[in-house]
């Protein structure tokens, strides 16, 4: 089974620390997600990665930025946290290509920023 | 804005009863995809119809897909209190968009 694991699952930072979410997935997917979601506003794309160092802004890539250094690793980066970014963050994989045809999420990381 | 929209937004039925959702979606699209979240953790896909395809069973899943209409259902059959969760569409075309999901309650 393909496995995608998120580092933490809860994390509490403060206002205006850097804040690090890491994503692995072990089946060498080239598609990688980060995803925010929040009540009443659904998943929200934030930034998605095709391939090794490439990433492709989503609909609200401001106050994140990514890295793909490696094939399985994905991290989001809070550059400054602030308190509108409390929310469950998911990473998600898939396999290559146009058509997304099913994507594998991570168990989700709660942040909340204080 | 949520450009998927899924109804009821809430279902409550007891153990062994049928449960169905909708979603409908605005651009055309290559499939849908139908995902479930238990709570507070993350989605799991559970069937794919494609834009040529009307109908789709899986165990006790049953999709349908209806592109004039720009919508599709999920049923769910024989329910268990183990289906309790959130079930998400996802309609596939230029970008996957997320429906607001619709919480079912599978009361034992």
């Known amino acids: 089974d393909v496995k995608v694991t998120q580092s933490s699952r809860y994390l509490v930072k403060r206002t205006g620390e850097k804040v690090f979410l890491e994503c692995v997935q072990d089946?060498?997917?080239?598609?990688m997600f980060w995803y925010r979601q929040d009540p009443g506003l659904g998943l929200r794309l934030i930034y998605f990665?095709?391939?090794?160092?490439?990433?492709e802004k989503g609909d609200i890539p401001e106050g994140y930025s990514v890295s793909r250094e490696k094939k399985e690793r994905f991290s989001l980066i809070l550059e400054s946290a602030s308190t509108n970014q409390t929310s469950m963050y998911l990473c998600?994989?898939?396999?290559?290509?146009?058509?997304?045809?099913?994507?594998?999420f991570g168990s989700g990381t709660q942040l909340s920023v204080l | 804005s949520q450009q998927g929209e899924e109804d009821p937004q809430a279902l409550s039925i007891q153990e062994g009863e049928n449960a169905t959702m909708n979603c409908s979606y605005k651009t055309s699209i290559n499939n849908l995809q139908w995902y479930r979240q238990n709570s507070g953790r993350g989605l799991v896909h559970l069937i794919l119809i494609r834009s040529n395809e009307r109908e789709k069973h899986s165990g006790r899943l049953r999709v349908t897909l209806d592109t004039s209409k720009k919508s599709s259902s999920l049923l769910i059959t024989a329910s268990r209190a183990a289906d309790t969760a959130s079930y998400f569409c996802?309609?596939?075309?230029?970008?996957?968009?997320f429906g607001g999901g619709t919480r079912v309650l599978v009361k034992p």
């Open positions: 996802v309609s596939a075309g230029n970008k996957l968009t």
């Open positions: 998600a994989s898939a396999i290559g290509g146009l058509v997304r045809e099913k994507l594998f």
């Open positions: 990665s095709y391939d090794v160092k490439m990433k």
């Open positions: 089946m060498d997917h080239e598609n």
